[in-house]
């Protein structure tokens, strides 16, 4: 999933968790994931990339059941 996809499926909610797994606060999250130069973003894009394909996986075992 490339990081374009990964910010394109991103949820309402995301965001603060994504914030608090990397100790930073929502608002600097924000701006982290704006900015591909930044120190954390490659933390925070991965964290949020994990968040996605974890909700996704959980969508489809639910669905096949």
């Not at 929502?26 to 996605?52: C, E, F, G, H, W």
Request: glycine share 4%.
């Amino acid at each position: 999933m490339t990081e374009k996809q990964v910010l394109e499926q991103k949820k309402f909610g995301d965001i603060k968790i994504v914030a608090e797994i990397i100790g930073e606060t929502d608002n600097n999250t924000r701006q982290i994931l704006r900015r591909p130069t930044s120190k954390k973003y490659k933390k925070a894009i991965n964290v949020l990339r994990m968040l996605v394909e974890s909700r996704q996986k959980l969508a489809k075992e639910v669905n096949t059941e």
